[in-house]
Structure formats: C-alpha cells, structure tokens
C-alpha cells in the first residue's frame, strides 16, 4: 500500500537564474521535464543555476546540461 506516501505535494515555484542572458525567471521545483522546465523565457535556453538552493558544482551542471542539449537531438 502507498497510502501513506500518496504525492509529493507541488511545491512553489523556485528562482533561477539564465547561465545564458543572466535573466531571474521562476519555474516548478519539481521539474525534470522540458514541459516542466520550458528554459528561459528571454532567450529560451534551458541552462540554469538556482538562487534559492545551495549552489551546485558547477561540474554538475554543466554535465547535465549536456545530457539536455543531447536530449533535443
Ligand atoms: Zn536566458
């Protein structure tokens, strides 16, 4: 039974910042999708850092980053 874990409740929405134009735009915190995480709405590139989380490794980002950019082709 999963009764007692049914959902994960939707969070906000979180503030990131564009690594292309720099631009503060919020998306869902729960995404992971394109549909989730459309990318910047300014210049449409999907390359982010959070402002309200602990920065990442910079390594970590752009490794995903690239598995995002190998995703489109
Ligand atoms: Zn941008």
Same mark, same amino acid.
């Given at each position: 039974?999963? +009764? +007692?874990?049914?959902?994960?409740?939707?969070?906000?929405?979180?503030?990131?910042? *564009?690594?292309? *134009?720099?631009?503060?735009?919020?998306?869902?915190?729960?995404?992971?999708?394109?549909?989730?995480?459309?990318? *910047?709405?300014?210049?449409?590139?999907?390359?982010?850092?959070?402002?309200?989380?602990?920065?990442?490794?910079?390594?970590?980002?752009?490794? $995903?980053?690239?598995?995002?950019?190998? $995703?489109?082709?």
């Amino acid at each position: 039974m999963e +009764a +007692a874990h049914a959902r994960t409740p939707l969070r906000a929405l979180e503030s990131v910042c *564009c690594l292309e *134009c720099g631009d503060i735009y919020s998306k869902p915190v729960a995404g992971g999708t394109v549909q989730k995480n459309p990318g *910047c709405p300014e210049c449409g590139y999907v390359g982010w850092i959070p402002l309200s989380l602990p920065a990442e490794p910079p390594v970590l980002v752009a490794a $995903r980053r690239r598995r995002r950019l190998a $995703r489109e082709r």
